[in-house]
């Protein structure tokens, strides 16, 4: 059985990734996958475990992974999350290749992103703002430098140290404080294990896309509820999961802010049932939770499996 390591899987050019990454979520939207959401046992101060599934029927893929988030452990020496990702063919059950879990998870999560970038930032977005400096955050400045060549990008991070030290991957990056890092930025992307709002609602400024991946549970908020308030456009990666484990949405649903009709999947903007960015001055927020249709997406562009035509 084949095993895709680290290095194979950033290997994979990132926009050939989010064209893959697009063709997936537009077939959980279409109703020709099985998603279910994830499976979570609660450790305790920010400790638990996932268990993420999902069906590509077409590809007749099957992909089951096992995520633990341990806090503790960096201080250890190891890895905050830990896991392991198995694909299978569908119909017979048979194992086709194991992935190495965190770099799956990084690469499918900032190709997403990237999905989201294309269908409803502006087109003359320059400046792209990074709150977080860890493995998610670095695959969000590469997926989205693939994107867009920016001129400027402004990495938020909790020591100065990592953040500097991203910035240090890209010619135009520079490491910021959090006062100065919403100003002309018209991208935006959230990737921190933070509980609580990263700035305010009223710091976002007219025109700003932004790309929600931190935040583990329904507890965990990197924006305030009212930013939702504000945006024309909400889009998810998948609506039944983030309507019950997004803590942003699900703050803003209790709180009457916003209507869960609000809310619709980045899969219906890739089908033309929804509209991404409608107008210049729109916030837009693309919100995601993850699911193993993702995974399952990435496995097939390592794997070389295409739908039958």
Not at 228 to 233: I, K, M, Q, Y
Not at 241 to 249: A, D, F, T
């Amino acid at each position: 059985m084949k095993h895709f390591s680290r290095e194979e899987i950033f290997a994979l050019d990132p926009s050939h990734v989010a064209d893959a990454l697009s063709v997936a979520l537009g077939v959980v939207s279409g109703g020709a996958a099985l998603a279910p959401i994830r499976w979570h046992i609660d450790l305790g101060g920010g400790a638990g475990t996932f268990l993420i599934s999902g069906v590509l029927t077409e590809l007749d893929l099957l992909s089951v992974k096992v995520i633990s988030v341990r806090p503790s452990n960096p201080a250890r020496g190891l890895e905050r999350l830990q896991g392991a990702l198995t694909v299978f063919e569908s119909s017979s059950g048979v194992p086709l290749a194991t992935l190495d879990a965190r770099a799956a998870t990084e690469v499918r999560t900032a190709a997403c992103s990237a999905v989201s970038f294309r269908l409803m930032a502006r087109r003359d977005a320059s400046v792209l703002t990074i709150f977080g400096a860890g493995p998610q955050a670095s695959a969000h400045l590469r997926a989205l430098a693939a994107e867009r060549q920016f001129d400027e990008v402004r990495i938020v991070g909790r020591h100065r140290a990592a953040a500097e030290k991203l910035a240090g991957l890209h010619p135009r990056a520079r490491a910021v404080d959090a006062a100065q890092a919403l100003r002309g930025a018209r991208a935006v992307v959230t990737a921190t294990n933070s509980a609580s709002p990263l700035f305010s609602a009223g710091s976002v400024e007219p025109g700003t896309h932004l790309m929600l991946v931190g935040g583990g549970s329904a507890a965990e908020s990197e924006i305030e509820p009212a930013l939702l308030a504000r945006a024309a456009a909400i889009r998810v990666d998948h609506r039944p999961s983030c309507l019950q484990e997004s803590g942003e949405i699900v703050a803003a649903l209790r709180e009457g802010l916003i209507e869960a009709s609000d809310v619709l999947e980045l899969g219906d903007v890739v089908l033309g049932r929804a509209p991404g960015r409608t107008d210049d001055d729109d916030i837009t927020v693309y919100k995601a939770v993850g699911n193993g249709t993702q995974d399952a997406a990435l496995a097939a562009l390592l794997l070389g499996v295409r739908a039958p035509r």
